[in-house]
């Protein structure tokens, strides 16, 4: 699977992953689910369009460790023939980390 754009991004919440996932929902315009993996834990996950893959990891759980002792992990893809482009989708993004007041959101490599 090529991208043509892949970024993430690593940031604090006092809420719990199931609170951010109601709120993400409530705002719209996307609907996240709540799913698990061996590897990452719980997770929320957002498929907004053909092509867009969206995640919220919450850490640490299960193998993987983020870049702080806590808090939360956004990996935001689009495939190279999406018709959205990262603008749209990180302006929709930042207004739902806005929306369950996200602190210190810094954009990090991707981790997938």
């Not at 705002?27 to 893959?53: C, F, K, M, T």
């Not at 990180?90 to 810094?106: C, E, H, P, Y």
């Amino acid at each position: 699977m090529s991208f043509k754009a892949n970024w993430a991004y690593d940031f604090s919440c006092d809420q719990p992953l199931e609170t951010i996932g109601a709120a993400f929902n409530d705002a719209g315009p996307w609907q996240w689910q709540l799913r698990d993996s061996y590897i990452y834990g719980d997770y929320l996950n957002a498929r907004p369009a053909p092509g867009v893959h969206l995640r919220v990891h919450e850490y640490p759980q299960a193998f993987y460790k983020g870049p702080r002792e806590q808090g939360f992990l956004a990996l935001l893809q689009i495939e190279t023939d999406s018709l959205l482009d990262k603008a749209e989708i990180d302006a929709v993004f930042q207004g739902l980390l806005n929306r369950v007041m996200a602190t210190g959101i810094t954009e990090i490599e991707p981790y997938d």
